[in-house]
């Protein structure tokens, strides 16, 4: 166990809808990261947050948008669902930055696996 | 800029033959490195990392990599391969030197085969 959590663990929606994804991080943890895993594409870097502020984006979509709240958990929202977006959502948290000693190893949450119809 | 380069999607062993699985990396400072691996239906979980103490480093399972600073690389072995290593295995690398904004950058993954 990562300590990590994810909800939902699975998701079946429609082209065109909206769905929110959910993460909480270890405890402690103040990085929150969010990947997207499909076959064709591999493991995709979305964004990140470190202590509710947005630090990087990768190739995250202008119809996904994600926050990450006062008491650290995570939220990503994704919209205007299209066949291509279902895939495996992944939530991870990371100490780095939290003391010298921390070598920022990230923390996987076991996924959301999203389908749309 | 940092990047690593995974040889191999595909990887197939019989059972009891050893496991190489190969990581390269690119990186202008002393990196920090990192083997995942992600069992069917599973979250990625960390299988070792390196971060500058021994250059042999043994992670769980049974599995170890050394860290070659001359040849860049960080390759994951195993003497004896398990049915039950069947998996994803990704390499990742990251700055020592920590800005809020950096991140860890993983390879494309190397799927690991069991052969009866």
């Known amino acids: 166990d990562s300590g990590v959590t994810q909800t939902p663990k699975h998701l079946i929606t429609a082209t065109g809808q909206r769905v929110t994804l959910r993460c909480s991080p270890r405890?402690?943890?103040?990085?929150v990261y969010w990947y997207q895993q499909s076959l064709d594409q591999g493991l995709q870097f979305l964004i990140q947050?470190?202590?509710?502020?947005?630090?990087a984006k990768g190739n995250i979509l202008e119809r996904f948008s994600a926050q990450q709240f006062p008491d650290l958990h995570s939220e990503l929202n994704l919209s205007s669902l299209e066949l291509g977006d279902s895939a495996l959502y992944f939530c991870?948290?990371?100490?780095?930055?939290?003391?010298?000693?921390?070598?920022?190893?990230?923390?996987f949450g076991e996924g959301s696996r999203l389908t749309v119809l | 800029a940092q990047s690593v380069t995974q040889l191999g999607s595909h990887v197939s062993v019989s059972e009891g033959a050893l496991v190489l699985l190969r990581c390269n990396y690119s990186?202008?400072?002393?990196?920090?490195l990192f083997w995942y691996v992600q069992y069917p239906n599973q979250g990625l979980q960390l299988l070792l990392k390196y971060t500058s103490a021994a250059t042999l480093v043994k992670g769980i399972n049974g599995f170890e990599a050394e860290f070659k600073k001359s040849e860049t690389s960080f390759h994951l072995t195993k003497p004896s391969a398990h049915m039950s290593d069947a998996a994803e295995y990704f390499c990742a690398v990251s700055k020592r030197q920590w800005n809020r904004d950096d991140k860890i950058i993983f390879g494309k993954g190397t799927r690991l085969h069991i052969l009866p």
């Open positions: 947050y470190y202590n509710g502020e947005e630090r």
């Open positions: 405890s402690g943890d103040l990085s």
């Open positions: 991870a948290s990371s100490a780095r930055g939290q003391g010298t000693a921390n070598t920022g190893e990230l923390f």
């Open positions: 990186s202008s400072v002393p990196p920090y």
